[in-house]
């Protein structure tokens, strides 16, 4: 480093807090908490979460296991790939290497394992997002004022191509989080309804095509357990996901993709 930028302070935090020479994949600082918290994952299958004020150790960490349940979970370590926090800081989703999504609960200082993902990547999970779609809708939803609005919809993005928007349910969510089949409609089959590829006009893709195969939404589904809601076959890898919120005048309620590519996708959902 040259001079200037050595004289700027700095704190560091280690990952490999038990010398395991871990890689660290990725970051989240916490929204709604009174410390400075952050989270790390690595390749050592473990999350952490740090006071950034108190930087020796972890306030808490959770190493993910190895899960039998495929194919693809016994040949891919779950290393974390991906991490995002629900807007009300209650929830982490972490993207995992074997294809399954991990949603860990906060208690106290504690990380907790709420419940494991399954069966929507047959590859890993490229990222995650918990996105900005159901606050603030007003009448729409009762409790969107509420601040775990956000918490009961969460998006996976894998390295199959795919995006799977999963309903975490109250179990997992809580009771005053919207339930999202009651704000977006699974498919839009209006002709003009269609998917933009950065600012270029043209078509790419509909929202109907893209979801071919992959709805498996189930009304009379149990409300409490998490499920897939619905999905759309993105076909090229994402790197990283986004979201507007559903006041954004321009694109509400969209899905922002970088993926492989040098295009970004933004998928705008409707609302019922």
Not at 20 to 43: E, Q
Not at 82 to 109: H, K
Request: aromatic residues 4%; contains cysteine.
């Amino acid at each position: 480093p040259n001079s200037a930028s050595s004289k700027i302070p700095f704190k560091t935090l280690h990952h490999d807090v038990d010398d395991s020479c871990a890689m660290v994949t990725s970051i989240a600082f916490r929204p709604r908490c009174k410390t400075v918290d952050l989270v790390t994952g690595g390749t050592d299958c473990t999350v952490h979460l740090w006071d950034v004020n108190r930087p020796r150790r972890p306030s808490s960490s959770i190493h993910i296991t190895r899960d039998d349940a495929g194919a693809n979970q016994i040949c891919n370590p779950p290393i974390v790939h991906s991490l995002s926090w629900s807007s009300s800081g209650r929830l982490l989703a972490a993207g995992l290497g074997d294809g399954s999504t991990s949603i860990v609960s906060v208690e106290g200082r504690k990380l907790v394992e709420g419940c494991r993902l399954r069966g929507g990547h047959d590859a890993a999970v490229a990222a995650v997002l918990f996105p900005r779609f159901l606050s603030g809708l007003g009448d729409v939803a009762v409790s969107s004022s509420h601040v775990t609005a956000d918490d009961r919809m969460m998006i996976s993005a894998g390295n199959d191509g795919s995006i799977i928007f999963w309903d975490l349910g109250t179990k997992v969510a809580g009771k005053f989080a919207v339930d999202p089949s009651t704000v977006l409609e699974d498919c839009r089959n209006d002709t003009d309804d269609t998917v933009m590829n950065g600012t270029d006009a043209d078509v790419d893709a509909t929202l109907e095509q893209k979801m071919e195969g992959l709805s498996t939404h189930d009304s009379d589904a149990n409300v409490e357990e998490p499920k897939i809601l619905f999905g759309l076959q993105h076909t090229k890898k994402a790197n990283w996901i986004e979201s507007s919120t559903s006041s954004e005048p321009s694109l509400p309620t969209s899905l922002f993709i970088a993926d492989t590519s040098n295009d970004i996708t933004a998928y705008i959902l409707s609302r019922i």
